[in-house]
């Protein structure tokens, strides 16, 4: 059975996924699964690493802040945008230094950094652990620095690492 589905999870949520954006007849779900299993079995190939979670409770409150902190951001970036140039606007890029090194917990600061308006991950220096990301509305540097050091790398730290 595992031959034939590697990623059981994966592929039972890539079919619901793909009932939910199209509609609910036998053919849709034959197509979804078959993309599922084709899927997975190609997730198979890449071999990934099995993500240990140390701390699995606190994936709850990550979330919470994350949503929470996509909320502020799209108010702050919809302001920007109807402010227009009133106000001078400093966009930058700014090197944060990382202790988290665990491939999966920097693949999710990356979903959370790059899915919250007004940031983007630039670049990930493996060899130094320095991450470059780029802001929309660069005020204060240390600030950055601080928001990504304290409030999700410490988190992702305790739950994968």
């Not at 007849?25 to 190609?42: K, M």
């Not at 702050?76 to 988290?100: E, W, Y």
């Amino acid at each position: 059975m595992r031959r034939i589905l590697p990623y059981p999870v994966l592929t039972a949520s890539l079919v619901i996924v793909w009932m939910l954006l199209n509609a609910f007849s036998l053919g849709h779900f034959l197509l979804g699964l078959v993309v599922a299993i084709g899927a997975s079995r190609a997730m198979m190939q890449l071999e990934p690493s099995k993500p240990r979670l140390r701390r699995w409770q606190l994936i709850p409150y990550l979330c919470g802040i994350v949503l929470l902190d996509i909320a502020r951001s799209n108010i702050a970036v919809a302001t920007i945008i109807l402010q227009g140039g009133r106000r001078g606007r400093t966009a930058g890029f700014v090197s944060i230094p990382l202790d988290l090194r665990d491939r999966t917990g920097l693949s999710v600061l990356a979903c959370i950094v790059t899915s919250t308006p007004g940031t983007a991950w630039v670049e990930y220096n493996s060899a130094s652990g320095v991450l470059l990301i780029h802001v929309l509305d660069l005020v204060d540097e240390q600030e950055w620095i601080d928001l990504i050091k304290t409030r999700y790398e410490a988190t992702l730290r305790e739950i994968f690492e």
